[in-house]
């Protein structure tokens, strides 16, 4: 009887431990679902917190264009010119969102910046002389923002070294519009707007001829008898003077030029004396083209020739507003500036043998 007492005992503790047991399972996997569903609301809720933050703005920047669009909740657009890499510089293209909004932000050169130009400091703070401006908001990209400018004279061109810089006034803009999570779009067509925003170049001063000494002049009427042409007595020495290289051309536009490299050019003698000769270069060769067409044409071509330069050079030697202010950087600049200028006395004679190739000249055939 004790034995099945025992069994009896025995098989009670097993029939009371079996529910006991499934009912500490269901409690687990509740708990576990319960926690699987709580994770799936914050993660979409963190997925709708970044579209409402954006409020439904979007971004979309055009590089064959240069101007960013940006599109409001209530689907209106407005545009503004930017300023986008130079030649040589990779453009970031495709889908990214704001990232990180940044007030008064602090610039430091990347690595391949400071390579470029080892005279670059490892930080700018803010103030007139940091290259961001006062407002910057930083893409899914390594290291490209939209962001301000100290140098608005180069909004429009290709200039940057990857980013999209903005006015002072139109970051302003965009940085209260917009919100972190806020989608922006890079592409290389055209969205329809009015195209880069750039400064108007002066056209060409014409070059005055030289009419050679011996050249016979024009007829002379004394009532109406025509006199005898009279020639021009030369008054040098029959022997032909030693050739001496041309002046350099003082440029008129240092009256009124307020861009940076080109204020620099013009302060500085020494680059002024090779800015000087490339474009005597120039226009003595504009001077020798016969017909206007071809002359327009070929001046339009180093006019769009010299832009290009400006834009490469400025970013290359860091060449900012305020540049001046900073000794170390501004001897460093002038320095860059220096050889630069020295192989564009190359490029121009190039560009001169090129178009000759492909112009009739004065006096010729």
């Not at 009896?8 to 576990?32: D, H, K, Q």
């Not at 909004?101 to 470029?116: G, I, L, M, V, Y």
């Not at 999570?181 to 060409?204: I, K, N």
Request: net charge positive; hydrophobic share 40%.
């Amino acid at each position: 009887m004790h034995g099945t007492t025992t069994i009896r005992e025995g098989s009670r503790r097993a029939l009371v431990s079996r529910p006991t047991t499934a009912v500490t399972v269901i409690l687990a996997l509740c708990l576990f679902w319960g926690l699987l569903a709580i994770t799936g609301i914050a993660a979409a809720g963190t997925a709708e917190a970044i579209e409402a933050a954006a409020g439904g703005e979007s971004i979309a920047i055009s590089l064959a264009d240069r101007r960013l669009y940006l599109t409001g909740s209530d689907g209106a657009v407005r545009s503004f010119p930017v300023a986008i890499g130079r030649p040589g510089v990779p453009i970031p293209v495709g889908d990214s969102r704001i990232q990180r909004k940044r007030r008064d932000p602090t610039w430091r050169p990347t690595a391949n910046q400071r390579r470029d130009n080892p005279a670059l400091p490892r930080a700018v703070p803010p103030g007139p002389n940091n290259p961001l401006g006062k407002f910057a908001l930083d893409l899914g990209w390594p290291a490209i923002a939209i962001h301000g400018t100290n140098d608005p004279e180069s909004i429009g061109t290709r200039a940057s070294g990857g980013c999209f810089r903005m006015l002072p006034a139109d970051i302003e803009t965009v940085f209260a519009a917009t919100e972190v999570g806020t989608r922006v779009r890079v592409v290389r067509e055209s969205l329809g707007g009015d195209g880069p925003e750039r400064p108007a170049s002066p056209p060409a001063r014409p070059v005055p001829v030289v009419v050679p000494a011996m050249a016979k002049a024009a007829p002379r009427t004394v009532g109406t008898q025509a006199a005898a042409p009279v020639p021009v007595v030369a008054t040098t020495s029959p022997e032909p003077p030693p050739e001496t290289p041309p002046i350099p051309v003082a440029d008129p536009r240092c009256a009124t030029v307020t861009a940076p490299l080109r204020r620099m050019i013009c302060d500085v003698p020494a680059l002024a004396l090779l800015d000087g000769r490339a474009r005597g270069a120039q226009e003595r060769f504009l001077g020798g083209l016969a017909d206007p067409a071809t002359r327009a044409a070929a001046a339009y071509d180093l006019i769009q020739e010299e832009r290009r330069f400006h834009e490469r050079i400025a970013a290359l030697c860091w060449i900012r507003s305020g540049t001046e202010g900073e000794p170390a950087v501004a001897a460093a600049a002038q320095s860059c500036l220096t050889a630069a200028l020295d192989r564009r006395l190359n490029d121009v004679a190039d560009r001169i043998a090129a178009l000759r190739g492909g112009t009739r000249l004065a006096g010729r055939p």
